[in-house]
């Protein structure tokens, strides 16, 4: 690994809005922060997103010699349904109308955040510390905050006094926004607050007699503002200064903001050196969201359960697909998008398949070594997966060249070639190389539309016993027929 290592990179810092030259705080060590899910629900698409861009980035830092800690919270507690610090906790929310326990909510929906991650082939991160876990920690930390005089108690709650705090320092730092601007357009809140100003913020609320998540402070019985949660946990796995720390776009403002403004309340500097944002998903040109319909879920694209695609699509397919759109860029999910990279990513996969039926020559008609390069330089550049897939599709189009008698390679070329396609395919894009016939089930989808066929004649005949036989026997084998309009689909799932 030590060979790769000088390699410069520039990370686009959302700090500065510029792309600068990654310099770590340790020499060879890589401390990485990102805001995890709040696990009340099952994770959506576009959080997926998030978390890939950040695997594959972490994949990226790994493979080229460094020794990363990469942390990921999960929220399991004080994330609210509302921004202003009001409304209901979002997992008691769900215990609530489901009749469980808030921890079953958590257990059911980690569970089901964990197979996702698995089946798209996401490496563990190094610590996924919760915010329940970690009450201590954020107890002491407002303590801390209390003590500098940026915090205020009022009624069993305390706030960040974000006034205060810009009198020194600058709240809005990375969202570019300013307290002048914020002041005036929040909205004076009902009489119902006991925040001297509607723009600072919970670290500790009192729990409501009903409210069942609740832990005993100095202050209250109470629980945790929810951007208290990621100041304690990654100060205490990754240190007060630390160098990456990433999320969605989304969470900027306010949760980044507070997170900033909380760990300089405490320790006087900023506490990170590089933030990163991913950008949104969107489907179909238009917002994602389960009220409108327009809404997938991860699981219903390896299943083709869903009204929006046509079939499905394998985990690496639908990895492929989201890393040929750079992070920074919003990516539409469409059922067009998702069929074009199930073509291109067999196409690398045939490519990757062939290089070992190649015959080497004398001499090489493509500069291995630089493109090799390109490779790492598309990466460097703020790791610009389109790009580095582009520079995989030029190799696959000289592997078959060289098949087909077109292009030379010298064995020595060849044996680059393969590594750097491996290492860049699976090391960091993260891919599997699955076959066709398990992939597209192609072959599948022959049979059981045979069978689905056969099942049309029985029932025309009015053999219903067999129609039905055909019915249960494929669900018995996990493939669900669908009798609609358009006559008979199947799912697998
Ligand atoms: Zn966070």
């Known amino acids: ?195 001297k100003n509607p723009q600072d913020f919970a670290l500790w609320k009192k729990a409501e007699p009903q409210h069942i998540m609740r832990w005993p402070s100095p202050w209250s019985d109470g629980f945790p503002g929810w951007h208290l949660e990621c100041t304690a946990m990654s100060t205490k796995y990754l240190g007060e200064k630390f160098d990456i720390h990433g999320g969605g776009m989304d969470l900027k403002f306010p949760h980044h903001e507070c997170e900033i403004a909380q760990a300089e309340a405490c320790n006087d500097e900023s506490p990170v050196n590089y933030w990163m944002h991913a950008n949104m998903l969107i489907m179909n040109g238009k917002k994602m969201a389960k009220s409108t319909g327009n809404f997938i879920l991860p699981n219903q694209i390896f299943s083709g359960d869903n009204e929006h695609i046509t079939k499905a699509f394998a985990p690496s397919v639908a990895r492929f697909f989201m890393l040929q759109a750079h992070y920074r860029s919003i990516l539409d999910f469409t059922n067009n998008g998702l069929l074009a990279s199930e073509k291109g990513f067999h196409r690398l996969m045939d490519a990757i398949n062939n290089i070992d039926n190649l015959s080497p020559s004398e001499d090489s008609s493509l500069d291995v070594d630089a493109w090799r390069q390109k490779c790492y330089d598309a990466m460097n550049d703020d790791f610009n997966s389109p790009i580095l897939i582009a520079h995989l599709f030029d190799a696959s189009k000289y592997i078959n060249q060289i098949k087909e008698g077109k292009a030379t390679i010298t064995k020595l070329h060849l044996e680059l070639l393969k590594t750097t396609m491996h290492q860049f395919t699976f090391d960091v894009l993260g891919l599997e190389n699955v076959s066709k016939s398990e992939v597209g089930t192609d072959k599948l989808s022959s049979a059981v539309d045979l069978l689905i066929r056969l099942r049309q004649d029985a029932r025309a005949n009015k053999d219903f016993a067999l129609s039905d036989k055909i019915r249960d026997e494929l669900a018995e084998a996990g493939i669900h027929l669908k009798d609609g309009k358009d006559g008979t689909s199947f799912s697998t799932n």
């Open 1 to 195: 690994m030590q060979a790769y290592q000088n390699q410069e990179i520039k990370i686009y810092n959302s700090l500065s809005g510029k792309k600068e030259v990654f310099k770590p705080i340790n020499d060879g060590y890589v401390g990485m922060y990102s805001c995890g899910p709040t696990v009340y629900s099952n994770v959506h698409l576009g959080n997926v997103r998030t978390f890939m861009s950040f695997d594959m980035i972490y994949r990226y830092l790994l493979h080229i010699g460094f020794k990363v800690r990469y942390v990921r919270n999960i929220t399991d507690a004080g994330h609210l349904t509302d921004d202003a610090d009001t409304g209901e906790d979002k997992i008691a929310k769900k215990a609530r109308l489901e009749k469980i326990e808030p921890m079953e909510v958590v257990q059911r929906y980690t569970v089901d955040f964990h197979n996702i991650l698995n089946k798209l082939n996401f490496l563990p991160v190094s610590i996924e510390p919760t915010a329940t876990g970690h009450i201590i920690e954020q107890i002491e930390i407002i303590k801390t905050i209390i003590d500098k005089g940026l915090a205020y108690e009022v009624n069993g709650s305390v706030y960040f006094d974000v006034l205060k705090y810009n009198e020194t320092k600058t709240y809005g730092i990375l969202s570019k926004r300013n307290v002048e601007d914020l002041i005036h357009n929040t909205r004076t809140l009902d009489g119902q607050s006991d925040k």
